[in-house]
């Protein structure tokens, strides 16, 4: 069974930083794409940042690829999320996912999420 826990969210900034980790409990770590999705109140969940299980490949949302950079460390079980220049839009509950089905947008794809760690970017 798979078990993904976020941490690293909080109050920060416009302008400011933060890095977001997500570990992995279960079997297999490199085998899992892992993506980063956001959800803020009322609005439906969006596809962040993506990463392939070896690390070669990367997608990222609209408007992020600039300010946001994911990164895996399959020896240590964790993905990251830096986000750079962050804005008050930026405010969400952040969610790792992990799918066996390869690198990609589509949140339905995903077959394990953690339980959301909360971003908020003040002005």
């Known amino acids: 069974q798979v078990q993904l826990r976020e941490s690293g969210g909080g109050l920060v900034q416009a302008g400011g930083s933060l890095r977001l980790a997500c570990t992995f409990s279960?079997?297999?770590?490199?085998?899992?794409?892992m993506g980063w999705f956001r959800q803020a109140p009322g609005k439906e969940r969006d596809f962040v940042a993506g990463i392939s299980g070896s690390g070669g490949r990367t997608r990222y949302g609209p408007f992020m690829k600039d300010r946001f950079t994911i990164s895996r460390d399959n020896a240590e079980v964790i993905v990251y999320l830096q986000m750079d220049s962050l804005k008050p839009e930026d405010t969400a509950v952040y969610y790792c996912a992990a799918n066996l089905n390869g690198l990609t947008i589509e949140a339905r794809a995903y077959d394990y999420w953690g339980q959301g760690t909360q971003v908020t970017v003040s002005s």
């Open positions: 279960g079997r297999s770590f490199s085998s899992y794409a």
